[in-house]
């Protein structure tokens, strides 16, 4: 991750101010400018906007998401087709507090990563004259990292409900990337529109570094992410193991 926003970054200063770089963004199809957070005035030449582009329209989420649905799926699917599972729930601790805590600990690594993140941008932005905001970049990690644990703990829900790994690798990725698009598209396609307060990348906004975010939004994907972890505790308590 730092390795990545290094590269990144020490791009910028060879395109900074750059007219052609504006010119070629302008000449882009209004839905490729939309699907990529390029939309509304965001200007690549600048460092919040070549950020915005190159980091938050899609990797830092796609990376964000890999992690937390890897770690999500890993934690009960993983454990209980491995045979693991009905080992651990042995222990003299009931099941939700069993889930609670696995879901806590991916939150742990979403965090890390977050926070290596804002690291790594917070150092290259005084290094390569980016002229970041250090208040919105802490605000769009935030939002990176609501977004990973809905799709994480969604992940452990259905590790939790099913004895999938598949399932609960595939179910999360697959909202996911329907979410990027309809978050993205939902205001060129009229059909999509109504859509958009189901998608979790509408949700957290875009391009953070050169617009802010809406922190009552957060509330909203917190809310969401904590009742579907709380939903994956009861689930587990209703149903049998599967065993080796």
């Known amino acids: 991750m730092v390795a990545y926003a290094f590269v990144i970054a020490a791009i910028f200063p060879s395109i900074e101010g750059s007219p052609s770089i504006s010119d070629l963004l302008e000449s882009y199809p209004e839905a490729v400018k939309s699907l990529f957070g390029l939309a509304g005035g965001v200007d690549i030449g600048t460092g919040a906007g070549f950020v ?3 980091l938050f329209s899609f990797m830092l989420p796609l990376l964000a998401i890999a992690l937390a649905i890897g770690s999500g799926a890993r934690t009960l699917a ?13 222990y003299p601790i009931a099941r939700r507090a069993a889930v609670l805590q696995k879901g806590t600990a991916v939150g742990l ?3 890390g990563f977050c926070a290596v993140a804002f690291a790594s941008l917070a150092l290259a932005s005084p290094t ?11 605000g769009a990690m935030v ?21 999938s790994r598949a399932a609960a690798i595939g179910i999360p990725a697959a909202l996911a990337a329907a979410a990027y698009l309809v978050g993205g598209l939902h205001g060129l396609a009229g059909w999509l529109d109504p859509l958009r307060f189901a998608s979790s990348f509408w949700w957290i906004g875009q391009s953070p570094l050169s617009n802010g975010v ?31």
Not at 78 to 90: I, M, N, S
């Open 78 to 90: 993983g454990e209980e087709d491995a045979g693991r599972l009905e080992l651990v729930l042995a």
């Open 143 to 163: 939002g990176i990292g609501l977004l990973a644990l809905l799709h994480g703990w969604l992940a452990l829900a259905i590790g939790a409900a099913w004895p």
């Open 109 to 111: 690594e979403v965090f």
């Open 128 to 138: 390569f004259d980016l002229g970041l905001s250090f208040e919105r970049l802490a």
């Open 214 to 244: 809406e922190w009552w939004r957060f509330l909203v994907v917190a809310g969401v992410a904590a009742a579907i972890l709380l939903v994956a505790s009861r689930l587990i308590e209703r149903r049998d193991l599967e065993t080796a």
């Open 52 to 54: 915005d582009a190159e």
